[in-house]
């Protein structure tokens, strides 16, 4: 590791700026991960669409069709690839608490930079606040890694941000992925935002939470590698722009990017997200393939209307 379990908040704040992906997994015709197409994929984004870190194992990489050694290998390639060119944050959430610990020291030992953890599906417990503590606490207590923390409905409730605030001061607790109504993550910047790095999924919030809350973490969603080619940088420009102080302009480019925006999303299925976002992935020239079962595939019809929607969205390729 780059750092002391005691340094992982300095180093975090140091080193992860600027806008970092969700990484998708491609897959081949028979389910396997597609690793050559997962290889060229990272060095797009890394090389072409000067994405500075990558979310790997996620839900948006369906950890949960992968069994852990799918995810170890997971962690092992997104390291290799981006060897000091990008940062990586490894998705170790499971449900079985020592899975979360051997993905962790995993990741840890491979040369990951740090690691993010799903709060908890809780059983029977409605007074939860020390328990979700305790959680994390174990955690540190197990990995010198920097832990990013991640709350969202798929729990089943929200950390609040007093409770996150409270997390933030276990020693190598350095971010959170904060997937909350923005009056909720407003009130974790004021209280714990010298502690730790608040962020949240929504691409179309960011600009506002760089200028507004002063945020220089983009953590993690899939818009900078779906909205995105190579000669069409909107999303890094206008994060440029406004890191620079340049609030109109950021904002005159964040907003030219709305046809793109409203293309991805108003063609999306709510039941098939990963399905949707590979396909997209597939009209830009990236690896895509199809979700792994029990995740449902995009209907010839759906795929029409996505290419439609995709080639009159006005993105550059």
């Known amino acids: 590791m780059r750092y002391k379990k005691s340094e992982a908040k300095e ?8 806008i970092w992906a969700a ?8 389910f396997q991960i597609d690793e050559a197409g997962l290889r060229r994929n990272l060095n797009h984004w890394i090389d072409d669409l000067k994405i500075q870190g990558v979310f790997i194992a996620g839900k948006q990489g369906e950890f949960f069709s992968m069994s852990v050694e799918e995810r170890k290998r997971n962690f092992e390639l997104a390291v290799e690839v981006c060897d000091d060119r990008a940062g ?32 908890p599906v809780l059983h029977f417990i409605h007074d939860r606040d020390d328990t979700i503590f305790n959680y994390y606490k174990e955690i540190c207590d197990r990995v010198d890694i920097g832990i990013a923390m991640w709350s969202h409905p798929d729990s089943g409730y929200l950390m609040s941000p007093e409770l996150c ?10 971010a959170i992925k904060y997937s909350v109504p923005r009056e909720m993550y407003t009130e974790l910047t004021r209280l714990a935002g010298d502690k730790i790095l608040v962020s949240t999924a929504s691409e179309d919030e960011w600009l506002d939470n760089i200028l507004e809350l002063g945020w220089q973490l983009y953590l993690c969603s899939s818009p900078p590698y779906l909205m995105q080619t190579k ?9 440029q722009l406004a890191f620079a102080g340049e609030a109109e ?14 293309a991805l999303k108003g063609t999306r299925p709510g039941g098939k997200p990963q399905a949707h976002q590979k396909y997209w992935q597939e009209l830009l020239g990236q690896a895509g393939g199809p979700a792994r079962p029990p995740l449902l595939q995009l209907t ?8 439609a929607a995709f080639e009159s969205c006005g993105l550059s390729l």
Not at 24 to 29: E, F, G, R, W, Y
Not at 300 to 307: F, G, H, I, L, S
Request: aromatic content about 4%; hydrophobic content about 35%; some cysteine.
């Open 23 to 30: 990484a998708l997994n491609p897959m081949t015709a028979d």
């Open 300 to 307: 010839d019809d759906e795929k029409t209307r996505t290419k």
């Open 231 to 239: 000669i069409d940088l909107r999303m890094h420009e206008y994060t």
């Open 11 to 18: 180093y975090s704040r140091e080193h992860m700026r600027g």
């Open 165 to 174: 605030a409270r997390v933030a001061d276990l020693p190598n607790i350095m």
């Open 88 to 119: 990586t944050i490894m998705s170790c959430s499971d449900q079985n608490f020592d899975t979360v610990v051997e993905l962790a020291r995993h990741a840890q030992n491979v040369g990951a930079d740090y690691i993010v953890v799903h709060a």
């Open 249 to 262: 302009r950021a904002r005159a480019v964040r907003d030219s990017l709305e046809p793109v925006r409203q």
